[in-house]
């Protein structure tokens, strides 16, 4: 008789009377395990690894073993009536009449259950692992208990960790288990060919699994399937068919190596570290540079750098030099740079590429960018190539093809992109352990960090936590920092860091600019001056806004008349097109005035973003006079310099980091009207015996910590930074802070009122929101199951919603209509057939032509059901069919695409 031949992977026959190409179970089995040693062998990060050994207390050479056997043991489940079955015929063919005849007689609708095989696998391993010796040091509860959770993390390969309630209830005539089942028989057989492959041990087995080792497994084995799924000839693992095991697994080894090289896959980089001067060329580092060299020789991995000091200071190339220094001296494999916006990802992209092709002359380096438009990102896709084509060509810095999919882009040794891709890794979400797989043993530098409302806050703090417990050193960088922020930050890594009942270490008193670094359960900080450049008197000058922005629009147009570049930063998009109108009879549009703002269509967004680095970046070409209005999108990491800025009211943090893109870049000729650096801002609208009234930019920030922003500077017409940045921040942020005497009683009340609700809406309720989609504590006692949430994807709609705290927005594509049908706006114009499913260049260039919309009776008719739409990459999508007016009409509303304006929203008369 026939043995059974349990398939994994099926295809179709290559004649009509030929059985079903397969490759079998144990096959696929043995490719994940070859992969998975592999990997922890030559790829995951050293320090990635020693976790990995710590958290099972097993020897590199056991834990490569058993590590490989577990991320191998994840399709045992496929082992079950329910899968083989799944296609009858095929079931039929392989596995044989026998059990198809048993499966076929169960009642149809009982055939029907879902039963997902990675369940299967977590309710058959456990006793397999006891039976091995799995914990034999162990009591036999507690051995149980151990094998459980190692079943349930290898079963959650697909994203979702199975819960213990749903094992128990899985019907056993489906699974294929029970004692008696002879599925388990088979089974069993499977996983001793399997450990015999390995040639595991009882010296590998362990008898312990912390967090860290759990996520990093959990990790390890989806990869590791991921890469053991590809039948390619040249870059997988092709169907064996009926070959035999032994003569399979004969190259089997060589084969996983051959499938990572092909994938893009690269071997640590260590060696001697380099000097500051040989990575940048600088003779002469500045003072927060030569503090950063000077620190670089105490830190030892896990460790916490926050840098604060304001732009122009030379950040970025401390942190890079931070992060070579401790890939190369300490082992941290890589880094990731993680920043608030798609823009300013942009934009450091460009210049982590460059570094590493000056760093890496003579190697292929694999660099991605991580956030949801980076498929649009021209210059980006055009890096993007399988690794072993990279020859003689002009840059060796690229994107591995295969690290560029959605899910993979943190496993790339080197990667820019949002932070939002970095904190998916400790929301409750699908695959969420892959993210922290991939950043695991990597320098995280986290930059901008200000910019985070308490919602993301908090989910930051918990970020740094996991960081902590698997060894990535974290790198903070912002000009301005609370004292509490400093302190959260502090005190969430150290918890993942080290034991729970170690005390969190103080943070010393330290004058601004600081770096302050955590290492080896220590806490060291240490000042340094200013450079001289970005040491000012900046000039605070009041102006009146809403109604009477003619007076300060007069005003501009009087202070450029002999030239010069202004910006002038607006809360909202609503408000910056109505400031533009309103600048229009003083400025020529296009030749003169601007408008920059997050609802132009993508691709008109990114060039007007380049043209802004081209007018007012260092090397840019200056006009002789030019007026941007824009939004918050150019006060992060833009390199841009003006010679006076309008700000409507903001918080104090970013009114300083706006401030800093004022006389920014030294040795500038300006004309004598704006000569010297002066914020004007935007006052609140103040009525008699009336509270103020912040307008727009009360609708996007708290009105407590702008009433404190207000009176800070009510009375300034001139602060010294960065002497007065601290006493600035602290004013506004220190919570416990008295009221200020001699406050009116009209603001006393108000900031007693507003703190009240700042502590209740704000403070608790973002917190609390947050606390609903985050992981537990790194060092807590948490099944897997608590890990992920069933039904929830990590899709970019989702990062977007849970990471953020604001209002709820969908991407929406706009097409034009005319004569011949359907056209896009931008690009060449191509018809689109909403019937016919799209390829991947019609669906980048559909999204070229979108922005994300948030108006709320707008948003109520965009998220209707669309008509069309046969692709599941626009799933999450919505369109609107503007007229040949380039309007949209959608209920009580029209959208309107303004080539000059961007979207701009009309309610009907």
Not at 688 to 705: L, N, P, T, V, W
Not at 753 to 761: F, G, K, T, V
């Amino acid at each position: 008789m026939r043995q059974p031949r349990f398939w994994a992977k099926t295809g179709k026959a290559k004649s009509e009377n030929e059985e079903p190409r397969y490759h079998p179970v144990i096959c696929h089995l043995a490719d994940t395990a070859a992969v998975a040693m592999e990997i922890i062998e030559h790829h995951l990060s050293p320090i990635a690894v020693q976790r990995l050994c710590d958290g099972f207390g097993l020897p590199k050479e056991s834990t490569i073993r058993f590590c490989g056997f577990m991320a191998g043991s994840h399709d045992l489940g496929k082992v079950s009536p329910a899968f083989q079955f799944q296609v009858s015929d095929v079931g039929k063919a392989l596995v044989g009449d026998t059990l198809y005849d048993c499966w076929y007689h169960l009642p149809q609708i009982r055939r029907k259950n879902k039963t997902p095989h990675g369940l299967v696998t977590a309710a058959t391993l456990p006793e397999f692992l006891v039976e091995l010796g799995v914990g034999d040091t162990l009591t036999k509860r507690h051995a149980k208990r151990l094998a459980k959770k190692l079943a349930i993390i290898v079963g959650g390969h697909h994203g979702f960790f199975p819960a213990s309630e749903d094992i128990k209830n899985l019907d056993g005539a489906l699974a294929g288990v029970g004692e008696n089942n002879i599925w388990r028989q088979h089974s069993l057989g499977i996983f001793e060919q399997l450990t015999r492959f390995v040639e595991l041990t009882t010296e590998d087995l362990p008898s312990q699994c912390d967090n860290a080792a759990a996520m990093l497994l959990a990790g390890l084995t989806t990869v590791s399937d991921w890469l053991a799924s590809n039948p390619d000839e040249e870059s997988g693992f092709p169907y064996a068919n009926d070959k035999p095991f032994g003569e399979y697994t004969a190259d089997l080894h060589e084969k996983a190596k051959r499938a990572l090289a092909k994938q893009g896959w690269t071997h640590h980089k260590d060696g001697d570290p380099l000097t500051f001067t040989e990575l940048f060329g600088f003779d002469d580092p500045r003072d927060l540079q030569k503090a950063a060299i000077a620190l670089s020789s105490e830190l030892q991995p896990p460790c916490l750098i926050m840098v604060e000091a304001s732009m122009g200071e030379g950040k970025t190339e401390a942190a890079l030099y931070l992060a070579d220094y401790l890939q190369h001296q300490t082992s941290a494999g890589g880094f990731y740079i993680g920043l608030p916006t798609q823009a300013t990802s942009n934009a450091m992209f460009q210049r982590v590429q460059d570094f590493l092709g000056k760093r890496y002359k003579q190697e292929v380096i694999n660099l991605t960018l991580s956030h949801s438009a980076a498929a649009l990102k021209e210059d980006y896709q055009q890096t993007i190539c399988r690794l072993e084509q990279v020859y003689d060509s002009e840059s060796k810095v690229v994107a591995s093809e295969w690290h560029t999919a959605r899910k993979r882009s943190l496993l790339s040794p080197y990667g820019v992109g949002t932070i939002d891709q970095g904190l998916m890794g400790v929301v409750r979400s699908r695959h969420q352990f892959v993210r922290l797989f991939g950043l695991a043993g990597r320098t995280v530098i986290l930059d901008e960090i200000h910019a985070y409302d308490l919602y993301t806050g908090t989910l930051l703090e918990r970020f740094l936590e996991w960081l902590a417990l698997l060894g990535s050193p974290v790198i903070a960088l912002s000009a301005t920092l609370p004292k509490s922020t400093r302190e959260g930050l502090l005190e969430a890594y150290a918890k993942g860091s080290q034991d729970s009942d170690e005390p969190v270490p103080e943070l010393p008193e330290t004058q601004y600019p600081r770096i302050t670094a955590f290492t080896n359960g220590t806490v060291v900080t240490q000042s340094f001056p200013a450079s001289g450049h970005v040491c000012r008197d900046l000039g605070i000058h009041w102006v009146k806004g809403d109604d009477q922005d003619k007076e300060w629009t007069d005003a501009l147009n009087t202070n450029l008349e002999h030239g010069g570049c202004a910006a002038v930063i607006c809360s909202t998009v609503g408000r910056a097109q109505k400031v533009y109108e309103c600048l229009k009879p003083y400025f020529t549009p296009k030749k003169e005035l601007g408008l920059f703002h997050g609802r132009f269509l993508f691709a008109d967004r990114e060039e007007i973003e380049q043209d802004c680095l081209d007018m007012f970046g260092k090397k840019g070409k200056r006009p002789e006079k030019y007026v941007l209005v824009a939004t918050q999108v150019i006060e992060q990491s833009l390199d841009v310099d003006f010679d006076l800025m309008i700000s409507d009211l903001a918080p104090i943090d970013l009114l300083l980091q706006r401030s800093g893109r004022l006389h920014r870049h030294s040795g500038r000729k300006r004309p004598q009207a704006v000569d010297k650096p002066v914020l004007w801002i935007v006052e609140p609208t103040i009525k008699s015996q009336q509270k103020a009234e912040f307008r727009e930019s009360g609708y996007i920030y708290d009105r407590h910590i702008l009433l404190r922003s207000w009176l800070a500077l009510q009375d300034r017409n001139q602060i010294q930074l960065p002497e007065e940045t601290d006493s600035l921040i602290e004013s506004v942020y220190d919570l416990d802070a008295p009221i200020p005497d001699g406050l009116e009683p009209l603001y006393q009340e108000d900031w007693q009122a507003s703190l009240a609700d700042y502590r209740a809406e704000t403070e608790d309720s973002h917190r609390a929101r947050a606390n609903q989609v985050k992981l537990p504590p790194a060092r807590s006692n948490s099944s897997p199951d608590q890990l992920t949430r069933q039904g929830e994807e990590d899709d970019e709609s989702t990062i977007a919603a849970v990471t953020r705290l604001g209002e709820e927005s969908v991407t929406t594509i706009f097409l034009q209509q005319t004569a011949e049908g359907l056209r896009l706006p931008t690009g060449e114009h191509q018809l689109i057939n909403l019937n016919v499913r799209p390829t991947l260049p019609i669906i980048r260039d559909l999204l070229a032509n979108s922005t994300r919309i948030s108006k709320k009776p707008i948003l109520k008719e965009l998220l209707k059901p669309p008509d069309g739409w046969i692709s599941a990459l626009l799933r999450n999508c919505r369109y609107v069919v503007l007229n040949d007016a380039g309007v949209a009409d959608l209920g009580k509303w029209l959208v309107v695409l303004d080539p000059l304006k961007g979207v701009v929203f009309r309610k009907k008369d």
